[in-house]
């Protein structure tokens, strides 16, 4: 709907995690916050009822000392490419695909609240507005003015800074081109990662390290086998990681993963 | 004082003792509104459903409420399509159920929900591809039909009927009844199955998920059959309890053998169809989502005795209610009917707790959750407007035709015993 | 919600959904308003009696709608479906050939206490219709009635030229600060009124001279026999008998003095078909 009727490439943004690489430090989550506005946890909220577009989850091998290995695996919007859950269910058509970048939007100006898109994300990346948004006194002047707060009682997520990617289009259409400037356009978690852990890029453009990260054999997805082709792509070269993405091989029931 | 509404024919307590039966619903309806309020006001913090426990013991308790309310729809289809003329005798009080139950939910969705005000969102832009959007129509629709169904309940009241055009209206609108019987059928077979198809087309959460019986999947089907099976169950366990409370015969017995008779037969397909659907999921559809059935039941306290509790809860009613002789006795079919109404209410909690708590992605942890205060108040303040409502409307209003000859019928022979007064 | 909607997709699936949903929303509203057009046309006709009666006639209990061969014996149960107008039923008119040429009458029939003369028919709602010579009618209260309701404390009889319909309320009695109504035996114009002084209430030109809805001759003994056991059956319901007078049969008119002031409305509603 956004961009029905606009001629242009059409890109297929994914990203591609190496999780090897991760060190769990946090900056993209911060970075994410800021670019988004997402508001500060209010009294009361606790990692359940917070929200973090973008998290970062420590998982293990389940293996004893010295066996343990540990991966830290940052987590947002898979941005599901096919039967995307969350699309689907919406009763009032708050989500949408847009079909000139796969990036799934929401608009939380229609959301209702109703958290059925919730129930239906398997990945977690839906977040709700349990309370108001409140930013502490000075605060606000660290908001982002191109992108707009949320409300209470609606939903939001990750969206791959839309903001960022219209102030390339606009970028791109004042230097008379039709397409974004390649590299032109980068979530800030990407920019922000200092290990460059997270990469961005097109799927449809085979240079790009998502693209490439899709052919690689020592690359997943979460969930594979539910059909929603998620579009990140994790990197590992253990093989225990690499299970992670396959619910089936899961440990057994146990001390569980701190997000 | 008020014995100028009370229908003619039939006997009611005095009006001190209505409004002490009246008195602490009412409080418990306060401290429901209260909590409402507080979850209206403050926002949905004041609950304990988190972002990973989207849908709590509202939406929980607002299916089984619809499912139990189904009663009010399949008794009219009875009656009025299929002619089956011995439910007269409940129609008035299925209708007055069904409105309690339906209203309740709608309201308690209200609360629900982050933005109440944006409800007609849904309206304006409805997603044909989304289940909530059918849920939504139908029960807008099935709200307002049921409301048109009550009213002439409510101007056959005995005050009210003297005032010509409330009694010519009545007559009027009843003529046309079979309409509002065949809509509201329409409609509930629509939401009672969208309903389930709530949690049928849910791809992300393979314990719910099921496979497509043309463009719904298999919950679909199965919701609505476990309603018609268990709303006429609920008719009689409601009906035996009105009959307890205020001690005075209102049905005879062959109504709610009828009903009965009529719930096990539903069940029995229900149970039939379910425990295909059951090894159809565990067999293929969850291999097919790249999960184990083991995984579903491996947490506890939702160990396998859940899957075999919830079957039970469907066979052994169902077993009662297809035994002439077990029917007879009033003991066995309320309890059929009792465990009937559980039932339904732990298949529809498996298919929103159990389904929320299982963990999908494979570091993903089990969740517990336990509705707050506010929650649960919310939800007493449904069940105390339905008590209120049915009270009132048992005072004033006809809900049960036949109690009037019934009692006359024992005035005149005060040696036949009531066949309900216990075992 | 409409086609003109920005942003929403239309599909064949959008089409039948809202389809259903606008066929849906159609049918319950012009349903509804039909039976509101109805409703006015019917009040505005003037039937809107004819519609009460058929509320009341259906709200009386199942043995209280015995139809009138029940009474006699000549079926064994039988409820009336026609609001207690035989000219529109073919079973009487069945059991009408089938009765022989006379019925035993005599000039009266006496029981209970009271006295119903056999010269009049009898209308169920506890009237009686008598043919006078000159192709008039009048209209009484019968036996059972009078002693049941005594003197009325008030009268609100019709007007001269005013119009009666059968099974309408003919006139109104207050007695004990309860309004009594008197259904109609027949439709006709009003000639003249006179009151519980004289013999009868009502002299009526009949619309039609078929009075075969009314009672006669044999009929009267079982019904009055019916009538004194609904009348005790209502008064059970709250509790109360009726004296027995001085013949040892139940006094009616003591009823009128005893029972609570609701439980004698409930009664008289009973026994006039208005309940």
Partial sequence: ?259 | MDKRFIPAGVSRCSTGRFLLWLAPWAAMLLFGLYCAGLCLVKGLNQTHMNNRFAFGLWIFLDLTVIALGAGAFFTGFLLYILKRKELRAVINSAVAMGLMCYGGAMAVLGVDVGQPLRAWFTFWYPNVHSMLTEVTFCISCYLTVLLIEYVPIVLKNRKLRQVPSFLVFEHELHKLVYVFAGVGTFLSFFHQGSLGGLYGVLRGRPFAFREELGIWPSTFFLFILSAAAVGPSFILLTTWLVEKIARKRLVRPQVLQSLGRISGLLLAAYVLLKTVDTLIWLGRTTPRSGFLPAQYYAWRPFGVWILFAEIALFLVPMVILLLPKLRARAGWLVSAAAMACCGVAVNRFVLTIQTLALPTLSFDRFLQYLPSWQETGTFLAVLASAVLVYSISFRYFELFPEEGDLRRELLRAPVTEPALAGK | MLPWNYGLHWSIGTAVFLGAFYTVLVIVVTTVISAAVRSRRVLRDGDADAVRWNSDFYALPARDRACRHELTGEVAQRECPNGFDCRKCDTHRMFLDRRTASTPGGKSYEGFGMTFPLDRLYHRGHTWVRRERNGTVTIGLDDFARHLVGRPDALDLPRKGERLRLNDTAWRMRKRNIDLRVVSPIAGIVLETDGPDGEWYLRVRPEQPDLRHLLEGFEVQPWVAREMERIQAALSAWGQAPEPGNNGQPDIAAVGADCPTACWEAVCGAMFLRP
């Fill in chain 1, 1 to 259: 709907m956004i961009s029905e009727k606009k001629p242009g490439k059409i890109c297929r943004y994914g990203m591609a995690i190496d999780i090897d690489k991760c060190t769990g430090c946090g900056a993209c989550v911060i970075a994410c916050a800021v670019e988004n506005n997402v508001p500060p946890g209010n009294e009361g909220a606790t990692d359940l009822t917070g929200i973090t577009w973008l998290r970062v989850f420590k998982v293990d091998n389940g293996e004893e000392y010295p066996a343990r290995q540990a991966v830290y695996f940052p987590m947002m919007c898979q941005q599901c490419g096919v039967e995307t859950p969350c699309y689907l269910v919406c009763p009032q058509q708050a989500v949408d695909v847009d079909p000139a970048t796969g990036v799934v939007g929401q608009m939380p100006e229609r959301c209702l609240g109703c958290r059925y898109c919730m129930a239906a994300c398997p990945y977690h990346s839906r977040y709700f507005n349990w309370w108001d948004p409140k930013w502490p006194a000075g605060m606000e002047k660290t908001l982002n003015p191109d992108v707009a707060p949320r409300m209470r009682g609606v939903v939001e997520k990750c969206n791959y800074c839309h903001g960022r990617w219209h102030a390339a289009r606009q970028r791109a259409a004042e230097a008379g081109l039709r397409d974004i400037i390649p590299g032109d356009y980068a979530p800030a978690c990407v920019e922000a990662c200092p290990a460059g852990a997270i990469q961005f890029g097109d799927l449809n453009d085979p240079s790009s390290a998502p693209a490439k990260a899709a052919k690689d054999p020592e690359s997943f997805r979460l969930l594979v086998k539910l059909g929603t082709e998620p579009k990140v792509y994790y990197h590992s070269k253990r093989e225990w990681a690499r299970r992670i993405g396959d619910p089936s091989q899961a440990p057994a029931p146990k001390e569980p993963a701190r997000g």
